[in-house]
């Protein structure tokens, strides 16, 4: 069988999309998906997700990791499956849809590549020596470093995402370094275990643990630089609660094609 795909990226974040509103994709099976997901023997992607009717909502967003297993949220490809969403027409500037961790608020610009997506609140953030260690839909761990450019975030990465505390669930990890009027961040991605271009959920989280630790309250705007470019995030934080959190960037349709499964 032939199916119909199309390529998105948010920030470098990239994506594999198919519209499986009739429910012709039978996609749990891990092998189809991881190998469609190979950047050298098939379409290549950080992950695969697949746009589904659901009662009650616009659609619902399935995402799967790289790895071809079911992941938790992804905030970029929140992002992109809304752009996905306004291209087959399904929505117009605003919606409403499921995701794995629940209901999701988005807006996007009229031009289709500009999209605000509400993020899961937020009310722990714990600690693990100098890091810190949060779930803005997905779970992270965030430290600060010098040098980000340089370091090697494959190394570092992986062996914090696969010590003894982290190994079984499993953990993205973001590195962070203050720039300009936001951050740098480099992320270590769990299901991709390898760094991605860009992270929705871990520049959430960075935004989120840098404004507990520096004890800012208020209303927050977050711009963030990732190696594929640049995201915002904007949130309020009362001192316990982090409320209004929205994820904030481009989302882009590269390619699309048909092929066989």
């Known amino acids: 069988m032939n199916i119909r ?7 470098g974040n990239d994506f ?11 996609h749990a ?14 379409i290549g992607g950080d992950g695969m997700m697949f746009l589904q009717n659901k009662a009650g909502f616009d659609f619902e967003m399935v995402y799967y990791n790289a790895d071809g297993q079911p992941s938790s949220m992804c905030g970029n490809g929140g992002r992109c499956i809304v752009a996905f ?19 999701h608020h988005a807006k996007i610009a009229d031009s289709g590549d500009w999209v605000s997506l509400q993020m899961i609140d937020v009310d722990r953030i714990n600690t693990d020596n100098d890091a810190y260690v949060l779930n803005t839909g997905s779970p992270h761990y965030v430290k600060q470093v010098e040098d980000l450019e340089h370091r090697n975030i494959y190394q570092e990465g992986k062996a914090i995402r696969n010590n003894a ?3 079984e669930k499993g953990i993205n990890v973001n590195f962070v370094e203050p720039k300009d009027d936001g951050y740098f961040v480099r992320t270590f991605e769990r299901g991709v275990e390898d760094e991605t271009f860009a992270c929705g959920t871990g520049v959430t989280a960075v935004a989120l643990a840098m ?14 630089k990732v190696l594929g470019g640049d ?4 949130f309020n934080y009362d001192g316990k609660v982090f409320t209004d959190i929205f994820l904030e960037g481009p989302a882009v349709q590269v390619f699309s094609g048909e092929v066989e499964i």
């Open 211 to 224: 404004a507990s630790h520096n004890r800012k309250t208020g209303q927050i705007t977050t711009p963030i």
């Open 85 to 103: 969403a306004k291209f087959l027409g399904i929505i117009d500037t605003e919606t409403e849809f499921l995701a794995v961790d629940g209901l």
């Open 165 to 167: 505390t982290y190994r």
């Open 29 to 42: 099976d891990p092998k189809l998906i991881s190998g469609l997901c190979d950047r050298r023997f098939g």
């Open 231 to 234: 995201l915002n995030i904007r």
């Open 16 to 26: 594999i999309l198919v519209d499986n509103r009739e429910n012709k994709v039978d």
């Open 5 to 11: 795909f199309y390529k998105y990226q948010g920030a």
